[in-house]
């Protein structure tokens, strides 16, 4: 199985790849040497290969990539998908180098429309290419059903709620919308629709057969059907019986219904029945994790977005464990918006946890909206901020995703990463990992176990560890917040209660001297069972700028187990 960071990184990045065709046409390079002509002055000092494609130099490149697809990849791109294949998919298809990344591509293209992920079948993919079959079977005209009008619209949006069909045409009352009256017309059906998403309620598509030889074509105008429309007299309208409507201006499209309505009224009808086609035309929009709406190869993100993550262990019961998933972005590297005196930054994260076979366990998908005052704009790019997420996981080894985008610009960033879920098994000491906080506080009862970075009754909102691969920091003017659980204490046969011993020892790591050190015993933390929390927190203004390292050690005097935690940090 092709590895899950070669399947995920194929995610997003599509805001910096344009929509549109993705087929050049003969006037590619006459449009390109215009370009250079009508050029901003300046621009001919512009290095070649960094001065930006024109939209025609785009298609032409695109088109080129296309004529180097095994036939396979061509057939899965222009039949198998080609109604509900986006432009910036099929964009990014094409510019994939090779072989292993289009399989995984199209891997990618099923999972991302599969309704359950978390089953071996994908539901999506199965419905599509039953209704392939279906059109072909019953939509044929000289062609493959599934290239016909009616195949399109079946294989995209399913059968219809109900169909009025005339396949023999013939007489025909219209309804009075339509003009009423009576006339001849071809084989037409009208297929309803209660509801399309993106497109409305009650939608009705009408399919004509003008040829009489089973090739039903979408129409827009009401008199396509009307097998009268170019005979003289015949086949009129209510109106144009009573000499108040004109045929010709039905002939001419000045008035399609032939009604008496004005003409302003006629053409928005009219442009209303265009947009319902131009939306049925595109391809449907892909409803699971909408933020993984295109797919490209990583190495097509030339403007990466950095951004920091940090991963924290919690024990919730013997078999479920707490991933508290903590994501820092640099306010700098988030384009900000300036809309009634504030100034909007706005990233869309998703996550995807899943086992080391594949199998999706967990999604999230959030916004991370800033909200600042105008004045205060250049204070706030120079902070971070910070997203957090607590996940409830079985022991094991998972594999996390996660992609990130500026909504108002045109950067994104990927992290992935394999994690080791640990058991808190009942026979040895153990923890959950150790914390360091710039916020640490108790919430209100009502608060207890939901929100933002709440863990139990506690606010803990973590520091997280930059990229680089250095410890997080502190300002003086802070405090250093340290948080843990401590789980399977013993508990004495006699009294039923634990007996054990907590030391705390912050050391400078340049020195090497103690700076702080302290003991606890479970004599003196009030009731506890075998599980404890500990909490400290400190000044930081009298300590020197430097790194330091926190060690905990804990004594479990009935068992003669013992437990050691060390992080380190950087006080500034």
Same mark, same amino acid.
């Given at each position: 199985?092709?590895?899950?960071?070669?399947?995920?990184?194929?995610?997003?990045?599509?805001?910096?790849?344009?929509?549109?065709?993705?087929?050049?046409?003969?006037?590619?390079?006459?449009?390109?040497?215009?370009?250079?002509?009508?050029?901003?002055?300046?621009?001919?000092?512009?290095?070649?290969?960094?001065?930006?494609?024109?939209?025609?130099?785009?298609?032409?490149?695109?088109?080129?990539?296309?004529?180097?697809?095994?036939?396979?990849?061509?057939?899965?791109?222009?039949?198998?998908?080609?109604?509900?294949?986006?432009?910036?998919?099929?964009?990014?298809?094409?510019?994939?180098?090779?072989?292993?990344?289009?399989?995984?591509?199209?891997?990618?293209?099923?999972?991302?429309?599969?309704?359950?992920?978390?089953?071996?079948?994908?539901?999506?993919?199965?419905?599509?290419?039953?209704?392939?079959?279906?059109?072909?079977?019953?939509?044929?005209?000289?062609?493959?059903?599934?290239?016909?009008?009616?195949?399109?619209?079946?294989?995209?949006?399913?059968?219809?709620?109900?169909?009025?069909?005339?396949?023999?045409?013939?007489?025909?009352?219209?309804?009075?919308?339509?003009?009423?009256?009576?006339?001849?017309?071809?084989?037409?059906?009208?297929?309803?629709?209660?509801?399309?998403?993106?497109?409305?309620?009650?939608?009705?598509?009408?399919?004509?057969?003008?040829?009489?030889?089973?090739?039903?074509?979408?129409?827009?105008?009401?008199?396509?059907?009307?097998?009268?429309?170019?005979?003289?007299?015949?086949?009129?309208?209510?109106?144009?019986?009573?000499?108040?409507?004109?045929?010709?201006?039905?002939?001419?499209?000045?008035?399609?219904?032939?009604?008496?309505?004005?003409?302003?009224?006629?053409?928005?009808?009219?442009?209303?029945?265009?947009?319902?086609?131009?939306?049925?035309?595109?391809?449907?929009?892909?409803?699971?994790?909408?933020?993984?709406?295109?797919?490209?190869?990583?190495?097509?993100?030339?403007?990466?977005?950095?951004?920091?993550?940090?991963?924290?262990?919690?024990?919730?019961?013997?078999?479920?464990?707490?991933?508290?998933?903590?994501?820092?972005?640099?306010?700098?590297?988030?384009?900000?918006?300036?809309?009634?005196?504030?100034?909007?930054?706005?990233?869309?994260?998703?996550?995807?946890?899943?086992?080391?076979?594949?199998?999706? !366990? &967990? =999604?999230?998908?959030?916004? @991370?909206?800033?909200?600042?005052?105008? *004045?205060?704009?250049?204070?706030?790019?120079? /902070?971070?901020?910070?997203?957090?997420?607590?996940?409830?996981?079985?022991?094991?080894?998972?594999?996390?995703?996660?992609?990130?985008?500026?909504?108002?610009?045109?950067?994104?960033?990927?992290?992935?990463?394999?994690?080791?879920?640990?058991?808190?098994?009942?026979?040895?000491?153990?923890?959950?990992?150790?914390?360091?906080?710039?916020?640490?506080?108790?919430?209100?009862?009502?608060?207890?176990?939901?929100?933002?970075?709440?863990?139990?009754?506690?606010?803990?909102?973590?520091?997280?560890?930059?990229?680089?691969?250095?410890?997080?920091?502190?300002?003086?003017?802070?405090?250093?917040?340290?948080?843990?659980?401590?789980?399977?204490?013993?508990?004495?046969?006699?009294?039923?209660?634990?007996?054990?011993?907590?030391?705390?020892?912050?050391?400078? !790591? &340049? =020195?090497?001297?103690?700076? @702080?050190?302290?003991?606890?015993?479970? *004599?003196?933390?009030?009731?506890?069972?075998? /599980?404890?929390?500990?909490?400290?927190?400190?000044?930081?203004?009298?300590?020197?700028?430097?790194?330091?390292?926190?060690?905990?050690?804990?004594?479990?005097?009935?068992?003669?187990?013992?437990?050691?935690?060390?992080?380190?940090?950087?006080?500034?």
């Amino acid at each position: 199985m092709k590895s899950i960071r070669t399947l995920f990184l194929v995610l997003l990045a599509g805001a910096c790849i344009g929509a549109g065709s993705v087929y050049g046409g003969p006037g590619d390079d006459k449009a390109a040497a215009q370009d250079a002509k009508t050029a901003q002055p300046g621009q001919t000092d512009v290095d070649p290969l960094k001065r930006p494609l024109t939209e025609k130099q785009k298609k032409q490149n695109l088109k080129s990539l296309y004529k180097e697809l095994n036939p396979t990849d061509k057939k899965w791109l222009d039949e198998d998908v080609r109604y509900i294949i986006t432009d910036e998919e099929r964009e990014a298809f094409l510019k994939m180098s090779n072989e292993e990344e289009r399989d995984a591509f199209i891997e990618q293209f099923w999972l991302r429309r599969d309704p359950t992920p978390d089953t071996p079948e994908n539901e999506f993919k199965e419905e599509h290419y039953r209704r392939i079959a279906y059109a072909n079977e019953h939509f044929a005209s000289g062609v493959p059903g599934w290239r016909t009008d009616r195949g399109r619209i079946y294989i995209v949006f399913g059968p219809a709620d109900e169909i009025d069909s005339h396949p023999s045409g013939g007489t025909y009352e219209r309804s009075q919308e339509e003009g009423g009256g009576e006339t001849s017309t071809y084989p037409f059906e009208d297929w309803r629709y209660r509801y399309i998403e993106g497109i409305g309620n009650e939608v009705i598509i009408e399919f004509v057969d003008q040829c009489m030889c089973n090739e039903y074509r979408i129409s827009t105008n009401p008199n396509d059907k009307d097998a009268l429309l170019q005979t003289p007299g015949a086949g009129l309208t209510t109106y144009e019986q009573m000499g108040m409507a004109n045929k010709s201006d039905r002939i001419n499209g000045l008035n399609p219904t032939g009604s008496n309505q004005d003409y302003a009224s006629s053409q928005s009808k009219q442009f209303d029945k265009l947009e319902q086609y131009a939306k049925l035309m595109k391809a449907p929009t892909v409803k699971y994790t909408d933020l993984l709406n295109t797919m490209v190869s990583h190495k097509f993100i030339t403007n990466p977005m950095p951004f920091d993550v940090r991963t924290d262990f919690v024990k919730v019961t013997s078999d479920t464990v707490l991933v508290p998933i903590t994501l820092q972005i640099k306010n700098k590297d988030i384009t900000f918006v300036s809309k009634d005196g504030i100034q909007r930054g706005t990233v869309n994260i998703l996550g995807r946890v899943t086992t080391m076979t594949g199998k999706i !366990v &967990q =999604t999230f998908e959030d916004p @991370v909206q800033i909200d600042v005052p105008n *004045d205060l704009l250049a204070l706030k790019v120079e /902070q971070s901020s910070i997203y957090w997420k607590a996940l409830p996981l079985r022991s094991g080894r998972y594999r996390v995703d996660i992609v990130i985008k500026d909504v108002n610009g045109d950067r994104q960033g990927i992290w992935s990463k394999g994690i080791m879920v640990p058991s808190f098994d009942d026979d040895h000491l153990n923890s959950s990992t150790m914390i360091l906080a710039d916020i640490m506080e108790k919430v209100p009862a009502k608060s207890i176990g939901a929100g933002n970075f709440v863990i139990g009754d506690e606010k803990v909102r973590p520091k997280v560890d930059p990229a680089t691969g250095k410890p997080s920091s502190f300002k003086r003017d802070q405090r250093l917040n340290m948080w843990m659980q401590v789980y399977n204490l013993a508990l004495d046969e006699k009294t039923k209660k634990p007996s054990a011993t907590v030391q705390y020892d912050l050391i400078n !790591v &340049q =020195t090497n001297k103690s700076v @702080v050190t302290a003991t606890d015993s479970t *004599d003196s933390m009030g009731n506890i069972g075998d /599980q404890m929390t500990l909490e400290k927190s400190l000044a930081l203004n009298s300590m020197e700028p430097g790194l330091y390292r926190l060690t905990v050690k804990v004594d479990d005097k009935v068992s003669n187990q013992t437990l050691t935690r060390s992080t380190p940090f950087q006080v500034e």
